[in-house]
Each structure stands twice: as C-alpha cells, then as structure tokens.
C-alpha cells in the first residue's frame, strides 16, 4: 500500500498571523486552554528554503528536527502530569537486532516498542535523541481525527452523520453540499482530488497557489471549487486537502486552534512530557493534515492513549471504531479508519518520509518510529515494519 502524506506543507511560505475562531451556532465555546499556547514565528526564508520535498538528505535530517526553525505554529505546554514510561522486558535478541538493523537501513531516527505497560526497545540514530522532537507529517491526520471525536463528545460536533455545510458555510452550493462529516472523515465524499507530487497541476501541488491567492480562505476556496466524481459514501480516496478540511470544520465547531483544543484532549490526558509543535495555516488555525512534532517517547504516548481508549475524552469506543476498516482495500486486509489506517494486524498512523505510530491492541501494542527516508514514500520500508511489528506481536 503506498502512503501519499505531505500535506501542503509548501504553502506556508507566506507571513502567518493569529486569528480567533467562532464556535458553531447553539454550541457553547470550549473550556479554556491550562496554560498559554503560544503562537511561533521563525525568522523570514526564501520561499525555496520551505519546499520540504525538495531538501536533500542532509537538510531534512536536520530540519525535521528543528521545523519551529522554519515554519510558524503553535506550541504546546508539556503536560502537568506526565505519563511515566517505564523499562521492560527487553525483547529477544534476535528481534532486537532486527530492529537495530532496520533503524540503520531504513535511516530511521528513532524507534520505540512499548509493550505492556513498557519500553521493550528504544534506539536513536542520525544524531536524535530522545529530548528533541521530530516532524509527523501525515501522522498528524490521526490526532485531527482524536480531536473529531473530542468534539463530538463535547457535544460541539451532533453527530458524523451531520452535513460538512453544517460547521463550514462557506462549502455551501458546492461538491461537499451533501457530504457528511463521516464522509469526510473516511475520505469517501466523492469528491474528485488528485494527490500526484510529480504533476506540477495536481490538486495537492495547487495548495501553494491557492494560499498565495485566497489566503487564510485557501482552504475553502480549493475544496469549494472541486468537483465530484463519485455519490458521497461510494469512492475511497486519499486526499491530503480533505483533512485539512476536517481540521478546519472542528476549529470552527469548537471555537479553539487544534493545538489548543488538543492540549485538553490529547496533550494534557495522554501525559507528554515534552511540548508540542503544531504548524499553522494563514488562518492561525493549524493544519489537519501534517506537520506537528513530538519526541519519539510522546508519539509513544499517543499511541498508548489510543490504545488504552482515550479515557473519557472520546466517546465510548471511539478508537475501536477510528481504528476499524471503514474502507477496505479489496480483501488485502487493508483499510481505512477515521484518518488511520487499517492493517491485517492492528491499525497506525502514517507520514512521509518514515513516520509511524503502530497500535495492537490485541498484543498490548505500541510501536512508534520517526525517520528521514531518501524517498517520501517506500512499499518495502513500510512492508519491512510492519513485519516486525507482526512478530513482536507474536512473542508468547
């Protein structure tokens, strides 16, 4: 299965400001933050120095470390109680130097196995360690959607069944007049989007242009002007611009940025113990689909969250169902959630470039990885993964 997840990263070259939100009609805004949340400005880059796709190996090894450095967003507090991650059972030997061998050959940065209740393998590597963070990119559609859940929860969100229109107006009279956020969710509307990065004319390669033009209405702008190729609910595909969409749509439900809202809902109950990075739009809203960074140990803690059932931050099963195969990929075993994928064995987020958040529930499961592939996408680095996430699963 081939990951296509850079969310338009590109298009943050211009000046970015804050904005507020308002909550959806009849919906009573949302708590307030713990602690401030700050909005980051790097200094100004030539818009050439902000084309992720095109840095060389020896710039992204650096600069996914270090994106505060180049991009605007929003910080994070760490938690004021922080999850402990305490040693384990170290995994067998031979499974330990599989992992070993695969951080180097795959060039990953950092791998961590929780299992259990603990850490059963924690490696570094390009010069990381476990006190700096590291980019998500797409790994971040999997906390948009934690955060769609939180909002239905809360009660700012009725029900997945609601129409897009009802939280973004603006949508109204277009393609997405009749999508459900379910749909939307599950990437389904039937919407026609190109996600190709190789053509200059794509619907993802156009993110720039539209930010350039519409500014902090880029996002609506774009999506209002698609048009459909399929009934909502009857064609699956993967578009990058859909869940930055879906960010928007619960910003605008809940009257807060993603950050904020996810410093009550994600940051504060999963424990992190470092803060968190979350890149901003022109609107001052952050991005749905891409672009925050953590240290290895709270992508950790993220997927722990999930597997433990997001406490009573998500409705009841919440992740059971986010995490299910809403969409098949024929009878692979494949799938799609809520914005996380689905496999034969568990369900993950993915980015590109060899980002991972991999959950088990039915090992008591945790494996997160962060790296700097040399190519966006790799079948057989993921393949390479997921095999030894299956037999760490299969430890008696």
Not at 55 to 62: K, L
Request: with cysteine; hydrophobic share 45%.
């Amino acid at each position: 299965m081939r990951i296509t997840g850079f969310a338009g990263v590109t298009a943050l070259a211009l000046a970015l400001s804050a904005c507020s939100f308002g909550a959806a009609e009849g919906v009573e805004t949302a708590p307030i933050a713990l602690a401030p949340v700050e909005l980051t400005q790097p200094p100004t880059r030539a818009p050439s120095d902000l084309q992720v796709l095109f840095w060389n190996d020896e710039q992204r090894t650096a600069r996914f470390r270090e994106m505060e450095d180049w991009f605007a967003g929003h910080e994070v507090p760490a938690a004021s109680s922080i999850r402990a991650l305490v040693d384990g059972t170290p995994l067998p030997p031979e499974i330990d130097a599989e992992i070993g061998a695969a951080l180097i050959q795959t060039n990953a940065a950092g791998v961590m196995v929780w299992q259990d209740g603990a850490v059963r393998f924690e490696g570094y590597a390009l010069g990381f360690g476990p006190e700096q963070r590291w980019t998500s990119f797409s790994v971040a559609k999997s906390f948009t959607s934690t955060l769609l859940g939180a909002a239905v929860k809360d009660g700012f969100i009725a029900s997945l069944d609601d129409p897009v229109t009802r939280y973004v107006p603006g949508l109204e009279g277009s393609a997405y007049e009749n999508v459900t956020v379910r749909q939307l969710a599950t990437m389904t509307s039937g919407v026609a989007w190109n996600e190709d990065y190789t053509d200059p004319d794509s619907d993802v390669a156009q993110l720039n242009r539209f930010v350039v033009e519409y500014g902090p209405d880029a996002i609506v702008a774009q999506m209002s002007a698609l048009e459909r190729e399929a009934e909502p609910g009857e064609k699956w595909v993967y578009k990058t611009g859909e869940t930055n969409l879906l960010g928007l749509l619960v910003e605008n439900a809940v009257g807060l940025s993603l950050a904020e809202y996810a410093q009550e809902k994600i940051v504060e109950p999963a424990g992190f113990a470092g803060p968190m990075f979350w890149m901003v739009d022109p609107r001052g809203g952050n991005i749905g689909g891409c672009c925050l960074s953590l240290t290895l140990a709270d992508y950790t803690r993220m997927g722990v969250f999930a597997l433990e059932g997001g406490g009573d931050v998500v409705p009841e099963g919440w992740f059971a169902q986010a995490g299910a195969s809403q969409v098949d990929f024929g009878d692979s075993g494949f799938g799609y959630g809520y914005q996380w994928w689905t496999y034969p064995t568990g369900y993950g987020a993915q980015g590109i470039f060899g980002q991972a958040i991999t959950i088990v529930p039915e090992a008591n499961l945790v494996v997160a990885i962060v790296s700097n592939w040399p190519t966006a996408t790799s079948s057989g680095n993921r393949d390479r993964w997921r095999d030894i996430v299956g037999k760490i699963a299969q430890i008696d």
